[in-house]
C-alpha cells in the first residue's frame, strides 16, 4: 500500500505554519507539526489535521541546537515511512537598528534562521530524493525586500532572510536534476494569533495597512495557500522562485 504523502511543517504551532497545516491536512496527508516549545498549540493544530483526516504527529526541538534539525527531520521519516516535502517555516524577528545589535544578536538570527533552513534542507535531502513529487519551501519575509522610511526595518532578520532566500536558489540548482523543487514564499504584513508575540505593535501594524495597495494586513491562510500550491505536484515547474504574498507591499 502507497504511504501517505509525508510532511515536516516547522514553526507550527501557531500563525502561518499552524495554518500551513490545516491547509494541507487531507486523507492523503502525514504530517508532523513541529515547535520549539508550544506542545499545547502543536497538540491542538495536530488535532485539527487528524479532524481533516490526515495523520499526524508532533516533534519538540531548538533548531538553533547542535542536531536538533537532525533529530526533527528523522522524526518526520520515523513517523511516517518517508519524507515527500519540506516545510521550513520557524524563525523569529529582531527589529533592533543596526547601531545597536550585538555580535550575539545578529549571530543568533543568522543561525536560527538560514543556518536551521540549511541543517534542516541537508537533513532532508536523501530522503527527498526518495520521495514522491518532493518539495522543498522556506518562508522568507518581507523584511528582506522592503527598505524604506515609512515601514517598519529589521536588519539582523532581514539579513538572514536574504541569506535564506539564496540557499533557496542555490539549492534549487543542485537538486534540479533529482526534480526536487526549491521556493520560498514571502509573506508581507500578517495578522498574528492572538496573544501572540509581535514584533510591530497592532496600532502600528494597521498603521502599516495604510503602506499596501491592497489596504489590509494579510491572513495566514493566505500564506498558507501559496505554500500548499508550490508543496503540490501542481508546482512540478516551478524552482528557484520566492512568491511574495503582500498584497502588493515591494510594488
Same mark, same amino acid.
Given at each position: 500500500?502507497?504511504?501517505?504523502?509525508?510532511?515536516?511543517?516547522?514553526?507550527?504551532?501557531?500563525?502561518?505554519?499552524?495554518?500551513?497545516?490545516?491547509?494541507?491536512?487531507?486523507?492523503?496527508?502525514?504530517?508532523?507539526?513541529?515547535?520549539?516549545?508550544?506542545?499545547?498549540?502543536?497538540?491542538?493544530?495536530?488535532?485539527?489535521? $487528524?479532524?481533516?483526516?490526515?495523520?499526524?504527529?508532533?516533534?519538540?526541538?531548538?533548531?538553533?541546537?547542535?542536531?536538533?534539525?537532525?533529530?526533527?527531520?528523522?522524526?518526520?521519516? $520515523?513517523?511516517?515511512?518517508?519524507?515527500?516535502?519540506?516545510?521550513?517555516?520557524?524563525?523569529?524577528?529582531?527589529?533592533?537598528?543596526?547601531?545597536?545589535?550585538?555580535?550575539?544578536?545578529?549571530?543568533?538570527?543568522?543561525?536560527?534562521?538560514?543556518?536551521?533552513?540549511?541543517?534542516?534542507?541537508?537533513?532532508? =535531502?536523501?530522503?527527498?530524493?526518495?520521495?514522491?513529487?518532493? $518539495?522543498?519551501?522556506?518562508?522568507?519575509?518581507?523584511?528582506?525586500?522592503?527598505? @524604506?522610511?515609512?515601514?517598519?526595518?529589521?536588519?539582523?532578520?532581514?539579513?538572514?532572510?536574504?541569506?535564506?532566500?539564496?540557499?533557496?536558489?542555490?539549492?534549487?540548482?543542485?537538486?534540479?536534476?533529482?526534480?526536487?523543487?526549491?521556493?520560498?514564499?514571502?509573506?508581507?504584513? =500578517?495578522?498574528?494569533?492572538?496573544?501572540?508575540?509581535?514584533?510591530?505593535?497592532?496600532?502600528?501594524?494597521?498603521?502599516?495597512?495604510?503602506?499596501?495597495?491592497?489596504? @489590509?494586513?494579510?491572513?495566514?491562510?493566505?500564506?498558507?495557500?501559496?505554500?500548499?500550491?508550490?508543496?503540490?505536484?501542481?508546482?512540478?515547474?516551478?524552482?528557484?522562485?520566492?512568491?511574495?504574498?503582500?498584497?502588493?507591499?515591494?510594488?
Amino acid at each position: 500500500m502507497q504511504r501517505l504523502r509525508a510532511i515536516l511543517v516547522t514553526g507550527a504551532a501557531s500563525g502561518i505554519g499552524a495554518a500551513i497545516c490545516r491547509t494541507l491536512a487531507g486523507p492523503d496527508t502525514a504530517i508532523l507539526v513541529h515547535t520549539r516549545r508550544n506542545r499545547d498549540g502543536a497538540d491542538a493544530v495536530a488535532a485539527q489535521i $487528524r479532524s481533516a483526516g490526515g495523520q499526524a504527529a508532533v516533534f519538540l526541538s531548538d533548531l538553533a541546537e547542535s542536531g536538533a534539525a537532525d533529530a526533527t527531520v528523522a522524526e518526520a521519516v $520515523r513517523s511516517f515511512g518517508g519524507l515527500d516535502v519540506l516545510i521550513s517555516n520557524a524563525g523569529f524577528a529582531d527589529r533592533t537598528p543596526f547601531a545597536d545589535l550585538t555580535d550575539a544578536a545578529m549571530a543568533a538570527s543568522v543561525d536560527g534562521i538560514q543556518g536551521a533552513f540549511f541543517r534542516l534542507a541537508r537533513a532532508a =535531502i536523501p530522503h527527498l530524493r526518495e520521495g514522491t513529487d518532493p $518539495r522543498v519551501v522556506a518562508v522568507s519575509s518581507f523584511v528582506a525586500h522592503t527598505y @524604506r522610511t515609512d515601514v517598519a526595518t529589521f536588519p539582523a532578520s532581514a539579513a538572514a532572510k536574504a541569506g535564506m532566500e539564496a540557499l533557496v536558489r542555490a539549492l534549487a540548482v543542485e537538486l534540479g536534476g533529482q526534480s526536487i523543487t526549491v521556493n520560498a514564499v514571502v509573506p508581507g504584513f =500578517i495578522r498574528k494569533d492572538a496573544g501572540a508575540h509581535r514584533a510591530v505593535d497592532p496600532a502600528a501594524l494597521q498603521a502599516q495597512a495604510a503602506k499596501i495597495p491592497l489596504g @489590509r494586513i494579510g491572513l495566514p491562510e493566505e500564506v498558507a495557500a501559496a505554500v500548499a500550491f508550490l508543496a503540490s505536484p501542481a508546482a512540478s515547474y516551478i524552482t528557484g522562485q520566492a512568491l511574495h504574498v503582500n498584497g502588493g507591499l515591494t510594488i
